[in-house]
């Protein structure tokens, strides 16, 4: 068998092949220390919870730097290829991992996005005056979490010069707002109905 110098290489050569984004070939570059360590555990027959567990790290490091699916799911096929191991069984579940940490990073960069969209001063119209309309649709169901959203909207409400807010949104997320707006100060009030 090759060194695992060459193996690397050679499956880094196969991946740039099928790059569509510049950022897949970024990526290929920066991950030669990982490619390196998946290699050594397949040679090495390593546990295959370590592979499996690399492979998924590989899956993430190419959602979190903006890689393409194409990349993450063509990876592990040329990594089978330039380890000669096209048929091996490794392959299929090493292939899922990577599969795997892709989609669960973009999943919760994607939940990530959404949560920040309820912070301030996403979360909140400006009426003038020191005064703003703040959406209370934070998607938490826990009192705790709902209470902390609270206190940093309306912390940060206040750090801007917020003096008075109309809160409109689910009853819990409105009382929430309207306890941390009370406690910093700004004068806040549900619309009436």
């Known amino acids: 068998m090759r060194d695992r110098a060459a193996i690397v290489d050679d499956w880094s050569e196969r ?3 099928c790059a569509v984004l510049p950022a ?3 990526i290929i570059d920066a991950s030669g220390a990982l490619r390196a360590l998946i290699v050594d555990l397949v040679v090495s027959a390593s546990p295959e919870d370590e592979l499996y567990d690399a492979c998924a790290v590989l899956g993430r490091m190419i959602a979190h730097r903006g890689g393409s ?3 993450a799911s063509a990876t592990m096929e040329s990594a ?3 380890l000669e191991a096209t048929g091996a069984a490794w392959l299929a579940p090493a292939r899922a991992a990577v ?3 892709f989609t669960a990073t ?15 001063p996403s979360c909140a119209v400006p009426l003038g005056q020191a005064a703003v309309a703040i ?7 826990d009192d705790e979490e709902l209470a902390a959203w609270a206190a940093r909207v309306a912390k940060a409400a206040a750090l801007s ?3 008075r807010a109309v809160v409109s949104g689910s009853q819990r997320a409105c009382d929430a707002v309207l306890d941390a707006c009370g406690v910093v100060g700004i004068e806040a009030q549900v619309p009436p109905k």
């Open 15 to 17: 991946d740039r092949r």
């Open 69 to 71: 699916p194409t990349l």
């Open 135 to 141: 959406a209370a649709g934070y998607p938490a169901d």
């Open 99 to 101: 599969a795997e940490g």
């Open 106 to 120: 973009i999943a919760e960069d994607a939940r990530r996005e959404a949560v920040q969209a309820w912070e301030f």
């Open 80 to 82: 089978g290829l330039a």
């Open 24 to 26: 897949d070939r970024e």
């Open 161 to 163: 010069g917020v003096r």
